[in-house]
């Protein structure tokens, strides 16, 4: 048939595949209002542990549904689940919906890697869990998980270990123009004053592998069984937490041990970000030239935050500590 006579065809010359309609796919999700709420408590390999509504004695194992795509899910989000919820042995649900966080820890690989990682969601605050001797206390670390505290939505609680080996005041006198809360642990005592600090909250654990942190997850929750490993002869030990898992404690509340951190990337957090969690200098802020950042001559000799101090609207101590903060963020110091 020639071209010019394509236009003597009617309706009932064309032909349709059976089986075939012609309606538009629709991109519309199902808004699946009947899932149920759960925590996401651990990943692994593709596959998500849920506690239904919050209960660890309801744990599901579910998968990631196709219309999430990519989306990504990490321990301490809350979800949406669909199909079975029994928790049944070789049963598999379906995770449906990511509700918006409330809260996350971020970090990046080091300063210069663009693909900021999710490491806890929702969680209430963050126990950065330092040594105080073997291995010694790195406080660049320290300030860069303040900086990621306080870029994300958490509350920082200083947990010091191994008081039996050192005296912490030195390096708690550090952190005091910060007010950051603290708490001291020994080898040879329960950490009562950490369990009061942990209760009936969503706690993530975050600190360098031999500092204690698996040892102190132990002794809160008694049925964690997380293996500990020895400090190697450089500070360094092997890692004994491999991912993120949250775990219930005897009475209320969560603890998420995180994996045994070397570094702490910031390469997505800006200055203004740390500048905002310090109230009294944030309207001063927004006077500063584009791209300052806030750590004064000869670096940024236009900043106007120590205007704010020569005024009396700030203690000169707080500014010393937020420019660490900021200097620790632009890698300038480990």
């Not at 349709?16 to 149920?36: I, Q, W």
């Not at 966080?101 to 126990?127: G, H, K």
């Not at 609680?157 to 912490?168: E, F, R």
């Not at 950042?293 to 000869?298: A, C, S, V």
């Amino acid at each position: 048939m020639s071209k010019r006579d394509w236009r003597k065809l009617d309706e009932s010359d064309v032909r349709v595949r059976p089986g075939k309609g012609t309606r538009p796919r629709s991109k519309r999700r199902p808004e699946h209002a009947d899932a149920s709420t759960a925590m996401v408590t651990g990943v692994d390999r593709g596959r998500w542990t849920c506690a239904v509504d919050g209960d660890p004695a309801r744990s599901v194992t579910a998968m990631r549904a196709r219309e999430l795509g990519r989306t990504p899910v990490v321990v301490g989000d809350s979800v949406g689940l669909v199909g079975d919820v029994s928790g049944r042995p070789d049963t598999l649900a379906r995770i449906v919906r990511v509700d918006e966080r409330t809260s996350v820890l971020r970090r990046t690989a080091d300063d210069t890697d663009p693909f900021e990682r999710v490491v806890v969601a929702n969680a209430e605050q963050l126990v950065i869990v330092t040594a105080l001797a073997d291995p010694q206390p790195r406080t660049g670390f320290i300030d860069r998980c303040l900086v990621a505290c306080y870029a994300g939505g958490l509350e920082p609680l200083l947990c010091l270990t191994k008081a039996d080996l050192a005296d912490p005041a030195e390096l708690l006198a550090g952190y005091a123009d910060l007010a950051v809360p603290a708490v001291v642990t020994r080898h040879d005592e329960e950490p009562d004053e950490l369990r009061a600090r942990v209760e009936g909250r969503v706690s993530a654990l975050v600190g360098h592998s031999g500092v204690g942190k698996s040892t102190l997850v132990n002794r809160l929750v008694p049925d964690a069984s997380l293996a500990t490993g020895v400090v190697s002869a450089v500070g360094k030990g092997r890692h004994t937490s491999v991912a993120a898992v949250a775990l219930p404690l005897p009475g209320d509340g969560w603890v998420i041990d995180t994996p045994g951190i070397r570094s702490f990337g910031l390469a997505h957090i800006t200055p203004d970000d740390i500048v905002d969690s310090f109230e009294e200098f944030t309207a001063a802020a927004e006077e500063c030239p584009s791209g300052c950042g806030h750590l004064g001559p000869p670096e940024d000799p236009d900043c106007v935050l120590d205007d704010v101090v020569t005024d009396g609207d700030a203690k000169p101590e707080r500014l010393a500590s937020l420019r660490r903060l900021l200097v620790s963020r632009a890698g300038l110091e480990s």
